[in-house]
Each structure stands twice: as structure tokens, then as C-alpha cells.
């Protein structure tokens, strides 16, 4: 039985975007209801994290935490903390919102390796570039992350590493390369983690997958 607690990222303002990603209509449904299926398939009923009150019948919403001097732009590192400070479990995914096309297999893959480490943060790396909002956090990060966030940095990696004691950092296409993972979908790595940050974005996508097969 998984004791990992999961969080869904929806708490972006979508400028480029022009609307809210996480009401896009998908093959027929909001992009919420996709990545919540996600993670329902690993066995894990995700809480959203935002001022997202309008999501709130989606699945819980855990809104943004009150932070000293007022600080109301800390952006995703906000939603993480909110999340790590409620969390009862040790170790807790997280996810953006807008990642329609991550495997579940990886996410699954991800956790077996996160419970197996017990590392403060378990992040992947694609190109050569970390991704910091699919990736495994343990709830001791908090304290760090709040200071840092009321100090004023608000980069969700540097923040990450300055608060943890032990980083699990791995190259996805190595990984993948090396056969390590089963039944993995067709498509490069570094596919799985495109955000779709503008329309034309998010309507290429549609066109690739008009099902939205998980």
C-alpha cells in the first residue's frame, strides 16, 4: 500500500495560456480531471494546491499558506509549501497541472524509487534540466522552504536543494536508455515533462492525442 500523499500544482495565473489551464477542455474533459486520474491510477487521491476555490469540486483544494511581511508571489514554491506543512505522510508527489502527457508508469517508477531512497527530494532531470514540479518531496523540506520563500527566493530548485539533507537527482533519458523502466510509452522523455504554456501549445497537443490515452 502506497503512504505517499500527492499534490496537484494548479495555482499559475496562465498569462500565456490567455485562460485558466486547468479548466482546458481534453478529449471532452477539463485537464484537471486528467492529471487527477493520473494519480487515482497509482492509488493516490491528490489535494490541489492554489487559491483554486473553483476547483474545489474537482478534489480538495489546499490553498496557499500565509507567509511573513505579506509575500503573495512566491508561485509554485507556495503550493509545495502549503502542501509539505499539512502533509501527514513523509513523502509527497507533486505534479503541475499542466503535464498531460507524463506516463503514469514514470510517476510509478518514481515513487518505488523515492519509498527506496527516503531522499529529501527525488527530481528528475530532462536535457539537462531539472524539473522541479514532477517531482518527490519529504515533509522536513518546510521549514527551509518557508524561510527561504519570506527571504525572498522563490526558485523552486535552488529553494529545494538549499533545504534538503539528501538529493536524489537522476537523468531521466539515461534511465530510460539503460531499460531500467517497464512498458513505458512511445515518445522521447523530455515530451512527458512540456508543459503547455500557450494556445498553440495546448492545441497541438489536442490534435497529437484526441483520446488523451493515460
Keep these: 500500500m502506497l503512504t505517499m500523499r500527492a499534490f496537484l500544482l494548479a495555482g ?3 498569462r500565456r495560456m490567455g485562460r485558466d489551464k486547468a479548466h482546458l477542455d ?6 484537471v480531471i486528467h492529471m487527477l486520474t493520473k494519480l487515482a491510477a ?5 489535494r490541489i494546491c492554489g487559491n483554486r476555490p473553483d476547483l474545489a469540486h474537482f478534489a480538495p483544494v489546499l490553498p496557499d499558506p500565509d507567509l511573513a511581511g505579506g509575500e503573495t508571489s512566491a508561485g509554485p514554491l507556495a503550493g509545495i509549501l502549503a502542501a509539505l506543512e499539512a502533509s501527514d505522510s513523509v513523502l509527497n508527489l507533486f505534479l503541475a497541472v499542466d503535464m498531460p502527457a507524463m506516463p503514469i508508469e514514470f510517476l510509478g517508477w518514481m515513487i518505488d524509487r523515492a519509498e527506496l531512497t527516503q531522499a529529501s527530494v527525488t527530481i528528475p532531470f530532462v536535457t539537462g534540466r531539472a524539473q522541479p514540479l514532477c517531482g518527490i518531496y519529504h515533509r522536513s523540506l518546510a521549514p527551509g522552504v518557508r524561510r527561504s520563500i519570506e527571504s525572498g527566493e522563490h526558485r ?29 510509452p512511445a515518445g522521447r522523455p523530455h515530451e512527458w515533462f512540456r508543459n503547455l504554456n500557450t494556445p498553440q501549445e495546448f492545441a497541438l497537443y489536442a490534435a497529437q492525442h484526441p483520446s488523451n490515452k493515460l
Design 12 to 14: 499559475g495565473r496562465s
Design 26 to 31: 481534453l478529449a471532452g474533459q477539463p485537464l
Design 42 to 46: 497509482l492509488g493516490l487521491d491528490a
Design 156 to 184: 523552486v530548485f535552488p529553494v529545494l536543494l538549499k533545504s534538503a539533507h539528501r538529493i536524489d537527482a537522476f537523468d531521466v533519458e539515461s534511465i530510460v536508455a539503460a531499460g531500467a523502466m517497464d512498458s513505458l
